[in-house]
DNA sequence: GTACTATATGGACCCGTGGTTCAGTTGTCA
DNA sequence: TGACAACTGAACCACGGGTCCATATAGTAC
């Protein structure tokens, strides 16, 4: 037996932890809910949570992966257009509706997790090591390429995604204007695969 | 007159201030270059940098807004295409390209301002008041309306200049890749503003 | 040159927060 | 039930932004 199961109590505990900051993170501002709190709402210390987690952005990537698998459900095998089956550019439109539902829905989350990567301490386990941001980076630049493979469907794919993150685009989901952010979107996208496509 | 002159050993102590800073941000990763490390770099006390600049995020202002002036006088009154008398198309092609080059030069103190925001305590004077940010948006968004009327302009122009905020371009930009991004640009906004807008 | 005032200065200090430590506790397995 | 590893959590540390205020000095009036 290699892998030891988690105690009862562990586990326990990091369900109470997500939990908590999951409950702190709805009802404040993200980046006013330090580890400190979360602890304390989770009936726990800080030093728990750091052990569970690692550092606080280690928190906020739990809880991101956590709240993501129901997409990534429906892109890998859900069905069409999100899932397999459809054409490249309806499963892009597809693709981009849901991942800006998702993101307007979690926005504190994303807000928090943002933060937490700004303000950590040892920089090492850096940016680019985010799955979420790898797996739908990757399903976009694919994508692409396969609808226009002239494209340089790579940094593409960074372009539409990056702009999710940039403030500007956050306040306006912190607004609750997710609708008129996914139509800019689909805008953007047709005009990048449709006939009139442009070239360099 | 109320505003009485900036007297002269303030007036020195702020170029040093701001040498100091632009050199640190040109030689270290931004964001470990403390306030601190900058006021002794110019021979100051940290309270003089506090005094002149207000916090961390007004010192990175203040190099941004003087570094960009050159930029705003090109647009405003150079010759086309960044200046006035090109179609819109073409204005925002080349301002997109001149934005580009400008961020990618400038991509230490961007980073630097972005974590100085992220990381202020006093959370009020916060975002949406970049000056900087909000010419460019401003500009981009008139350009867009102007050649294409049915657009969501001021949305769309949030989600270009957004992108450059991005911690994938930026990466992309430390690395040197500025032309692959224009590029990138040039063809989205080719395909937003289409075959009518775009080039000649 | 002197006296006087408004302004500038800078380093000690405060504070909040991410992160670490380690002695004590508790679950698990044999 | 005993032994051991995993877990726990409160005290502690590091560090950087921001504040304070006694002191120094440019500017000015005479």
């Given at each position: 037996m290699e892998e030891r199961r988690e105690r009862a109590?562990?586990?326990?505990?990091?369900?109470?932890?997500?939990?908590?900051?999951?409950?702190?993170?709805r009802r404040n501002?993200?980046?006013?809910?330090?580890?400190?709190?979360?602890?304390a709402a989770a009936g726990?210390?800080?030093?728990?949570?750091?052990?569970?987690?690692?550092?606080?952005?280690?928190?906020?990537?739990?809880?991101?992966?956590?709240?993501?698998?129901?997409?990534?459900?429906?892109?890998?095998?859900?069905?069409?257009?999100?899932?397999?089956?459809?054409?490249?550019?309806e499963r892009l439109q597809a693709f981009l509706d849901a991942v800006v539902r998702h993101v307007a829905g979690n926005i504190g989350?994303?807000?928090?997790?943002e933060h937490a990567l700004a303000t950590q301490r040892h920089?090492?386990?850096?940016?680019e090591a985010n799955p979420v941001y790898l797996f739908w980076h990757g399903h976009v630049s694919a994508l692409i390429a396969e609808a226009r493979p002239a494209l340089d469907a790579d940094l593409l794919a960074h372009v539409l995604l990056g702009s999710l993150h940039a403030d500007s685009v956050v306040r306006m989901l912190w607004r609750g204007?997710?609708?008129?952010?996914?139509?800019?979107?689909?805008?953007l996208v047709s005009g990048l695969l449709g006939p009139s496509g442009g070239e360099t």
């Open positions: 109590d562990a586990a326990r505990n990091r369900r109470a932890i997500l939990a908590a900051a999951e409950e702190l993170l501002d993200p980046d006013q809910v330090s580890i400190e709190d979360v602890a726990v210390g800080k030093g728990t949570v750091f052990h569970r987690f690692g550092s606080r952005a280690g928190l906020m990537r739990a809880l991101m992966e956590e709240r993501v698998l129901a997409l990534h459900e429906a892109i890998a095998s859900g069905p069409p257009p999100l899932g397999p089956g459809a054409p490249p550019g989350l994303l807000t928090a997790h920089a090492e386990g850096r940016r204007e997710a609708d008129r952010l996914a139509a800019g979107m689909r805008v």
